[in-house]
């Protein structure tokens, strides 16, 4: 369903009425086209606040990898100038006093970001043996969240945070993403960049540049597994990996056949009509695979069942829990202990929800569901990267604009729509794009993150 509010907004009877009475004004997202795939609004500008100490270790890489974005990259601010992204390396940061130069690198260019502009700010991990250090990294977490609410304007702001042992070329992919239309609904983020590759000693060599389709076509080669493929978010899913270069395995239950042969014919991909409750779904999936494994394991599947606890019965809790939890612990296990996932360029990615950071009312089995997924990637990633070569991240939906939100009742469809930073829903396209560069092989330092894509929803943190 078209948000009218959205474009009513942007005509100009909507634009006088809205700034008279105080109204939000969400400017629609530039998201990634093959005709659009830079950002709008001029260069890049890289800012790098030095402390009293001096300099930081990031600024050569960290310039090779913004020269990448497609963006003129510039060092210092020129009046007058309008920019497309601003970025501030912050690693160097590690007293209170130091963190006014953060504020005096963004305070002077904030109103020459042109709209649906990008803010990414480098930070460190907070050491635990350093309380000084640790309190003006983490404050940046805080400014970073803060900004994003802020900024307005389609405009995004996050934190990429580099592990010690990080270097700013392992967080090239992330980069990419945030500062590119591709990343058009997520803001107030945090990003961690591990500084271990995930692939054991010995196994397949890493890469550095994308995959073996380079930078445009990543997964060139690679094979994709999708669940709940049939429509929605997984269909964008499987239409933005196909895209990428993968092959889909585009999987939804046998009476979802119809929707799913017309996705898998849309994408160049293999219909698979299973249920993935199914006691051998793991096994049967295993044999479905090709004989070189599996590089990326999407598990978008999921159902709801809303009742308030009181009403709810035990079927409806079941169900949920089954599908959208277990599931997915089921099949995970099975593809790892028979390898089936390739080392050095295996990915999981799994659908989390911000009903399972926030809660939501109603909700009670598909918040624990997703709050599930949440547990099972942050004690899963450093092992299956340590054992298999393997990374596992989430990503976490806010308001997306689908049949099931079509459904909902009016006013609380639109307060889903407006208690975000962009006052606006999403796209499934915007979780797809997500997707995709947690499933890039040159994402290997990303593992264990929970990525929340909901235009900063005002829900949870």
Known sequence: MADRYLHWTNTRPGRLLTRGLGLPRPVPLHRWSAEQPVLQGGAL????????????????????????????VRTQAEPGTRYAAAVVDATGIRTVAELRGVHG????????????????VLGTTPEADDHRQAAAQQALEGFVRSLG????????????????????????????????????YVSGQVVEIGGAPAAPAGDRPLPVTGGEGGWERPLQGRTALVTGCARGIGESVAATLARDGAHVLCLDVPQAEDDLKRV????????????????????????????DGLDVLVHNAGITRDRRLANMSPERWDSVLEVNLDSVLRTTDHLLAEQALRPGTGRVVATASIAGIAGNVGQTNYAASKAGIIGFVRSLAPRA???????????????????????VPFFIREAGRR????????????????????ANPASYAVNGQIVRVCGQSLLGA
């Open 45 to 72: 500008l890289h800012l790098a606040p030095a402390p009293p100490r001096g300099g930081t270790r990031h600024t050569k890489e960290l310039t090779a990898a913004l020269e990448g974005t497609g963006l003129p």
């Open 105 to 120: 690198s963004l305070h002077p260019v904030m109103r020459s970001l042109a709209e649906c502009g990008r803010i990414v």
């Open 149 to 184: 609410k802020e900024t307005g304007g389609g405009r995004t702001a996050q934190l990429v945070r580099l592990a010690p042992e990080a270097t700013a070329a392992q967080a090239e992919s992330t980069l990419r993403f945030l500062l590119s239309p591709k990343s058009a």
């Open 264 to 291: 898998a014919g849309a994408t160049g991909g293999t219909a698979l009509p299973l249920d993935i409750t199914a006691d051998d779904a793991g096994a049967r999936i295993a044999a479905a695979l090709p004989a």
């Open 385 to 407: 990267a340590a054992e298999h070569g393997v990374t596992v991240n989430a990503v976490a939906p806010g308001f997306i604009e689908t049949k099931m939100t079509a459904a």
């Open 419 to 438: 208690m975000s930073s962009h006052s606006q829903g999403g796209l499934p396209v915007d979780v797809a794009e997500t997707t995709a560069w947690l």
